[in-house]
């Protein structure tokens, strides 16, 4: 079975500053991994997935991910975060084994930019 | 262009009834998905469907139905609503073989 770990459900981070999300998983087989986002009162955007390649996988607003499979983990960053990144991250993954295996997420972690 | 709706949005019901969630997608994605969403439970998995006729239990499914008579619709069904289940839900679709899923807007069901 897969599961899905984020360590922080709450992080605060003033405009401007960096921000770090963390995620890790736990699977026996190869997997998916995604970054999805959600604001307020709506549904469930991609952010970015690693698929296979290069471990470093980017989004068009400036987040960033990098899959270790040493560690297990696939943290999100941004350097320089805005206001309106103010929302709720959940990390997920999938196996390709299987065909089309449900997603598993995480229990969200909520990001809030302090002006 | 294609989207995922859910109806109603916001519901209010009773306990011990039925009520039934629905969700329609015009991706004629093969794949549709029901979640919860619950604070500090993030999404759970209730019911899954891979094509028609096609049904398959999630991590939270007891309590839920769906059915898949057609490629655009998974209605979600709970048979006896409980206060338990009030929760927002989700609908998600994908196509198979692709990776990535597409989410509805969600459906606030509060059961008093």
């Known amino acids: 079975a897969q599961s899905v770990t984020q360590l922080d459900s709450q992080v605060p981070v003033f405009e401007e500053a960096p921000v770090e999300l963390r995620c890790n998983y736990s699977?026996?087989?190869?997997?998916?991994l995604f970054w999805y986002v959600q604001y307020p009162n709506q549904g469930l955007q991609l952010l970015l997935k690693y698929l296979s390649g290069s471990t470093l996988v980017e989004s068009i607003n400036g987040f960033e991910a990098e899959f270790n499979k040493s560690q297990t983990s696939f943290h999100l960053r941004k350097p320089s975060v805005h206001i309106s990144d103010t929302a709720e991250y959940f990390c997920a993954v999938s196996s390709p084994n299987s065909g089309n295996t449900p997603l598993v997420f995480g229990k969200g972690t909520r990001l809030s930019v302090i002006a | 262009d294609a989207e995922i709706t859910q109806s109603p949005r916001h519901k209010i019901t009773e306990t011990g009834r039925q009520v039934t969630l629905a969700c329609h997608q015009t991706?004629?994605?093969?794949?549709m998905f029901w979640y919860r969403q619950d604070l500090g439970h993030g999404l759970r998995l209730i019911h899954y469907?891979?094509?028609?006729?096609?049904?398959n239990k999630g991590e939270v499914s007891d309590g839920y139905s769906v059915s898949r008579s057609n490629t655009e619709d998974l209605p979600l069904t709970l048979e006896s609503a409980a206060s338990s289940q009030t929760s927002v839900y989700f609908c998600?679709?994908?196509?198979?073989?692709?990776?990535?899923?597409?989410f509805g807007q969600g459906t606030r069901l509060t059961v008093v």
């Open positions: 991706w004629n994605h093969n794949n």
């Open positions: 469907s891979y094509g028609v006729q096609d049904t």
């Open positions: 699977s026996s087989v190869s997997v998916y």
């Open positions: 998600a679709s994908s196509e198979y073989g692709e990776t990535e899923a597409f």
